[in-house]
């Protein structure tokens, strides 16, 4: 696992409030992976299997919708995930 998270990332993805975006934190490289669930095109359904492949071990699922998300929405999700 990574060392240090991107907070900043995660940060913006809690806040993110459109349903056709999801936002997994990948837990080897620390930064925050995009996929458009509304996007067909072989990259983004490369990404997509590859994140639910990993999804749990590698990859956790950042659930958005918290439009005011700050340091302590960050700490609180990633202390929720026992990160």
Known sequence: ???TYNREQIRA???QNDPALSFYLDLETGTVVKIN???E???NDEL???VM???GDRYRYIPGGNAVADDAAVAAWMEAEGI
């Open 41 to 43: 095109s072989p990259e």
């Open 48 to 50: 997509r299997n590859q």
């Open 13 to 15: 993805a809690l806040a």
């Open 53 to 55: 492949d990993g999804y």
């Open 1 to 3: 696992m990574a060392a």
């Open 37 to 39: 669930e509304a996007e």
